[in-house]
């Protein structure tokens, strides 16, 4: 198969929710029609779920929380569909947020009874950002939802986002009946004891076909056609350039547990879903179609083993093909890495990978070559753009409880600093260490995770911190002064750039104005110009 044929076939994504619309059931459902699980039906196992959001950490399985993103990757209809997931819990937004520079499209659950949610927008926000294309799928009809119209009105509203139904509901709850597909004109009948992958369409030749009023009843027939007709009243016919701009959202209606309305998303998503697509680097832009291999590291995760070290870099390969055992150049420390077991994802077991290609994640077992960002290429000095570290919200300083484990205690900070599960500033005066992290749950992952693989342990002190930027200038004069005023507010961070920590915005402010030859970042990006 051709380098375009490879990359015509793949389609990398994300599904996003807020914790609880329904992204595991869903998750499950594409698995069980991939073919990459087997257990049919609403099963509410937790057998299931835990295969679907692949844990690597003990701590996970004790909170319940998803904590780690992971990958699966299967085949549907010869196209090959790498699912990227993303933990829901909000203390993780980073950790979804890099992910979603991984992915080419996202799917966004809502919760019908719910609607827009706190973790909706933000996740939306992101996505907005980099103008990723977006498929919104609401879920749970079978529940007392809301008046879909409403439903559409306020994602519009909150989401900054133009939306597009492309299937309907008829009715909602316990009256619920299935869903009209705008797009074929078929009826897909709802039958809460039908729970395999099997569906029950019905064909009409439109919607005024008197099939309609024997399927679902005069009275439900003539409210779906008055629906139908301000539906397209309403909405511009579905445009799918718009879509894939970031524009345009496509709406489905269904019930994920009740493998309702899986199979027409999962078909037109193959259908409409953009391929891999080009990127943004330091020097140019990349195609996925150039025949020399780049991808960049998205994800690094603690092996599922404690007693090895290693640990697992996730890859998106970006351009040209990805060999085992063949030399790459990683761009960051100069140096040539080859890897002998890269591993796929394939029905959520590893495989070890000959070859792969743009929209792929390559999981790769690293020594500690990595860090999050990291680019690999064939020889080409760039990097990948759009993967920042932004300030984090919370801050407190380490204090370490067992001065024993001194030496433990800093390396496993570091490499948890490079896995990305906080961030991590050292003091210039005196070299305390902060945390950084944009939620409490961090700080006990760190502890847990400290004790249990480094042997160290610590407690966090709260510290008066507002935000933490990057500083740089031309100005080495000014510069120096700010330095030595502000010393005790002056860190590194893990690659050794100056960080000022602001105990408040008014201390922020007033040293922009100040100061007002330097350059204070909010994200890292700045780093790559
Ligand atoms: P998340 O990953 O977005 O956090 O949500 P998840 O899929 O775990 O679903 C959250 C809850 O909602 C689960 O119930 C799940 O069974 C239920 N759910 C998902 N889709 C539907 C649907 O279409 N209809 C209905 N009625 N419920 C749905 P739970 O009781 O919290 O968890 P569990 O005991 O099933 O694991």
């Not at 699966?72 to 992910?99: C, V, W």
């Not at 750039?497 to 040293?511: K, P, R």
Request: glycine fraction near 6%; charged fraction near 25%.
């Amino acid at each position: 198969m051709s380098l375009i044929q490879q990359i015509n076939k793949r389609r990398t994504f994300a599904i996003i929710s807020h914790p609880d619309a329904g992204k595991t059931t869903l998750t499950e459902k594409f698995l069980l029609f991939g073919g990459a699980i087997q257990t049919a039906g609403a099963v509410k196992s937790n057998k299931i779920k835990k295969s679907a959001t692949s844990d690597f950490m003990e701590i996970e399985r004790q909170r319940g929380i998803s904590v780690a993103t992971s990958v699966m990757s299967f085949e549907y209809q010869d196209t090959l569909i790498n699912i990227l997931d993303t933990p829901g819990h909000k203390d993780f937004a980073e950790d979804t947020y890099r992910t979603l520079t991984a992915v080419d499209s996202v799917i966004l659950v809502v919760d019908c009874v719910k609607g827009v949610e706190a973790q909706t927008k933000k996740l939306m926000e992101v996505c907005r950002m980099r103008n990723t294309p977006v498929i919104i799928f609401i879920n749970k009809l079978d529940m007392e939802g809301r008046d879909p119209f409403d439903l559409l009105d306020e994602l519009e509203e909150h989401l900054s986002i133009n939306v597009r139904p492309l299937s309907w509901p008829i009715n909602i709850g316990k009256e619920f009946k299935g869903v009209y597909k705008l797009f074929d004109h078929s009826v897909n009948l709802f039958d809460a004891s039908i729970t395999d992958i099997q569906e029950n369409i019905v064909e009409i030749s439109d919607i005024q076909d008197a099939k309609l009023d024997q399927t679902v009843g005069e009275r439900d027939a003539s409210k779906l056609r008055e629906d139908v007709e301000l539906i397209e009243g309403v909405y511009e016919p579905f445009d799918q350039e718009l879509y894939k701009e970031g524009l345009l959202a496509p709406v489905f209606f269904g019930s994920a547990l009740y493998n309702f309305g899986i199979k027409e998303l999962l078909e037109k998503f193959i259908e409409i879903a953009p391929l891999p697509g080009p990127r943004k680097t330091s020097n140019r832009d990349i195609t996925p179609t150039e025949e020399k291999f780049s991808g960049f590291v998205f994800k690094i995760h603690a092996n599922l083993d404690p007693n090895h070290r290693d640990r697992i870099a996730f890859l998106r390969v970006c351009s040209g093909t990805f060999e085992r055992n063949k030399f790459f150049y990683h761009v960051r420390n100069e140096k040539k890495l080859r890897f002998s077991a890269p591993f796929s994802f394939m029905a959520s077991k590893r495989d070890i990978v000959e070859q792969a290609y743009a929209g792929d994640v390559v999981g790769l077992y690293d020594s500690g070559n990595f860090k999050i960002g990291d680019t690999l290429t064939e020889g080409e000095k760039f990097s990948f753009k759009g993967m920042p570290s932004f300030s984090p919200e919370l801050f407190r300083t380490v204090v370490n409880t067992d001065p024993m484990k001194t030496k433990q205690l800093h390396k496993g900070l570091e490499q948890l600093s490079e896995e990305g599960v906080a961030q991590l500033f050292t003091r210039k005066m005196g070299n305390a260490r902060v945390i950084g992290t944009v939620g409490e749950l961090q700080f006990e992952v760190i502890q847990y995770r400290l004790k249990h693989e480094y042997s160290a342990s610590c407690n966090f002190e709260p510290m008066a911190a507002h935000k933490a930027c990057w500083i740089t200038s031309e100005n080495e004069q000014q510069l120096n002064d700010f330095l030595r005023i502000k010393a005790s507010n002056i860190y590194t961070d893990k690659d050794g750039n100056i960080v000022f920590i602001a105990d408040s915005a008014w201390v922020l402010q007033s040293a922009q104005e100040q100061y007002s030859d330097l350059e204070f970042h909010f994200n890292s990006d700045f780093m790559l110009n």
